[in-house]
């Protein structure tokens, strides 16, 4: 089983709401990610939590918070974003966050920033 | 520095015809690891395959095939007999091995679509 699920799979927010997006995954894998990925561009990477600490922060706004309450979740808090903000957000599980690894990735949450 | 190029950025075919999807990269690593991934219209990235640095045979799986040569720097993906359910985005990616970390170079993609 390769499954990485997200929830959920649409949002649309206004720039002074909080929410919060969620990954799961039950493969034993000790690495998540989350990208970002706009329209027509390739996945960037915003964080890596490996062995559920914060290993990658790629200079991502403080609008943009991680959690990693356990080994199979993964929490992306988002508060007061902007419109450019707007994209498809992927989460990735790896088994152990070493450039070896197979990531395998959710299906997404399209967020809209209104 | 590590780099991928994906200079196709569209290609069509009609169904039936074998297409290949080029990827070159650049990196100064001895050891890296290569990967291909697929995303459909509904957005998940789907992995097809993962290659190391020594390992520069030749892949077949059904229809997909990979083609890994080290000397030209290139991992180049043919999908024989195309089908409808072929059309999406395909991203080459690089791995470069850094300590406790994957960080995927990912090229710009190529858009196929296949028309029946």
């Known amino acids: 089983d390769t499954e990485v699920t997200q929830t959920p799979k649409h949002l649309v927010m206004g720039m002074t709401n909080k929410k919060s997006l969620k990954c799961e995954q039950h493969?034993?894998?000790?690495?998540m990610y989350w990208y970002k990925q706009k329209a027509k561009k390739p996945p960037e990477l915003m964080f890596v939590?490996?062995?559920?600490?914060?290993?990658i922060n790629e200079s991502v706004p403080s609008r943009f918070s991680p959690e990693c309450p356990n080994s199979s979740l993964l929490n992306l808090h988002l508060h007061a974003l902007q419109p450019e903000d707007s994209a498809l957000y992927l989460c990735?599980?790896?088994?152990?966050?070493?450039?070896?690894?197979?990531?395998?990735f959710g299906p997404g949450t399209r967020l809209t920033v209104l | 520095a590590q780099k991928v190029t994906q200079a196709q950025t569209e290609i069509s075919v009609v169904e039936k015809e074998d297409v290949t999807l080029d990827c070159v990269y650049e990196?100064?690593?001895?050891?890296?690891?290569l990967f291909w991934y697929k995303q459909p219209p509904s957005g998940e990235l789907v992995f097809l395959i993962r290659?190391?640095?020594?390992?520069?045979q030749n892949e077949i799986s059904g229809r997909y095939s990979w083609n890994f040569q080290k000397s030209t720097s290139s991992f180049n993906f043919t999908i024989t007999a195309s089908q409808v359910v072929d059309s999406a985005v395909y991203f080459c990616?690089?791995?470069?091995?850094?300590?406790?970390?994957?960080?995927?170079?990912f090229g710009q993609g190529t858009r196929l679509t296949i028309n029946p």
């Open positions: 990196t100064r690593d001895t050891t890296y690891y």
């Open positions: 939590y490996s062995y559920e600490k914060l290993s």
């Open positions: 290659r190391n640095s020594f390992d520069e």
């Open positions: 990616a690089l791995s470069p091995i850094i300590q406790g970390a994957q960080k995927l170079v």
């Open positions: 493969m034993g894998h000790r690495a």
């Open positions: 990735a599980s790896s088994q152990a966050g070493t450039g070896a690894d197979t990531q395998y």
